[in-house]
């Protein structure tokens, strides 16, 4: 009896020793190397909203500095991104000065940009108005305001005959005060083939109603960057119409009189 009870002993001691043995082996696999631990104490995930005096900004870039590791903030202005700690963060969107911010242990970000007028100003001038639009455009046809007063016409589309190369200008028919049709590189759509107008920086205005005595010059888009700088609106071309301003220096009148 003595010896079975030893024995029992035995299988008993070894059962408990094995138990022991894979509960300190699950302990190991649930430890995090030390390699894994380095990674996570290296980067940081931040969270934060990208606004300005009026409220969120939709679409603005947040970018870590030097990488191409970058998101934009959603509808709502917020955005997640996980960075390396201590990373520069780049913040920026057209019109607004960028933004540059060290990560520290802040994990939330508030971030508000401030508008910058001189970009603004200079995405209005190349995208509606005169001086620049050379320089961005390949095919461009200039009538000067003295050469429109010498035709002698009631109509400003009417001073673009015979004066612009590659533009068909017909009209609609033979009444008095009866507009122009304009075709700027054929016939670019099976609707309207109008081009766009811009007076003034103006878009859509009506050119009909202009005064061809009051134009200072008239340019005309014809290739494709015209498109690609006011977009689906241009795909028959652009035509740009710059008024006379005033002038410092004494006053000058003219006039025009016919009788008979």
Do not use: C, W
């Not at 016409?153 to 122009?180: D, K, M, V, W």
Request: proline share 2%; glycine share 12%; aromatic share 6%.
């Amino acid at each position: 009896m003595n010896r079975k009870f030893s024995f029992n002993k035995s299988m008993l001691f070894a059962g408990l020793l094995s138990a022991m043995t894979l509960g300190a082996t699950s302990q190991v696999y649930a430890v995090q190397s030390p390699d894994v631990q380095k990674m996570q104490q290296q980067t940081v995930k931040l969270t934060g909203n990208v606004s300005d005096a009026m409220g969120a900004i939709i679409g603005a870039s947040v970018i870590e500095q030097g990488t191409t590791n970058g998101v934009i903030t959603d509808i709502e202005g917020n955005f997640t991104l996980t960075v390396n700690r201590g990373a520069k963060l780049e913040i920026s969107y057209v019109g607004y000065k960028t933004r540059v911010i060290e990560v520290t242990d802040v994990t939330h970000l508030q971030i508000t940009l401030e508008e910058d007028y001189r970009e603004l100003e200079e995405v209005v001038v190349v995208g509606y108005g005169v001086q620049k639009k050379k320089l961005v455009t390949g095919a461009t046809v200039q009538v000067k305001g003295d050469d429109v007063t010498k035709l002698n016409t009631t109509s400003a589309l009417g001073a673009l005959q015979n004066q612009t190369p590659g533009i068909n200008i017909t009209a609609n028919n033979g009444l008095p005060g009866e507009g122009f049709k304009v075709n700027i590189r054929g016939i670019g759509t099976v609707g309207d083939s109008a081009p766009l107008y811009v007076i003034d920086g103006v878009a859509g205005s009506d050119i009909n109603t202009l005064n061809p005595a009051d134009i200072e010059s008239i340019d005309v888009l014809k290739d494709a960057a015209s498109a690609a700088i006011y977009g689906s609106r241009a795909a028959n071309g652009v035509i740009l119409v710059t008024t006379k301003q005033g002038k410092t220096g004494k006053i000058q009148l003219s006039y025009d009189m016919y009788y008979g």
